[in-house]
């Protein structure tokens, strides 16, 4: 089959969009848990620690989508959900403790702002939406050591 000769047609940009908005949808949820914080939480340093751990957490949790061919999707003991459930347990029994209130405090807002950046530097700013020659379709490309592929079929991107 020639794909070349069918060209490349439109870029979806509904599928741009609907990450768009999902990511957005990731910072309202991070922003409204900001908002029903505390005010005096944001003059504790512990507020800030808290924060910047579990959203390193949640980025490290989430690791890498699979390029089919190329790598698996991360999976280690990190990522397992069994690390969520004691995430939750050490997060929630921190709250019963005033002093540590700060820091469970943080969870929410920490972890759905890193979901959204994951999202972002991984389909935005590392990847992205781009012809693939190969499958002759609009594909999203994920990023690996320094090379596009496909994220359907692992093919390189070929800059046209
Ligand atoms: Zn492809």
Redesign the pocket.
Known sequence: MDVSSKGHGPKPYRRELGLGLGIFGLVVISSYALSITPVAFFFDWKYWAGFLGFASLGWLWIGVDAIPGKRRRSKSLLQSWLVVGLLLVIGGSLGSVPLLLPVADSVFAALFLSLGAKAAWTYMIRGGLKY?V??GEY?WFLRMNGELY?S??G?KWERQ
Do not use: D, N
């Open positions: 693939c190969r499958c594909r496909c359907k079929h093919h």
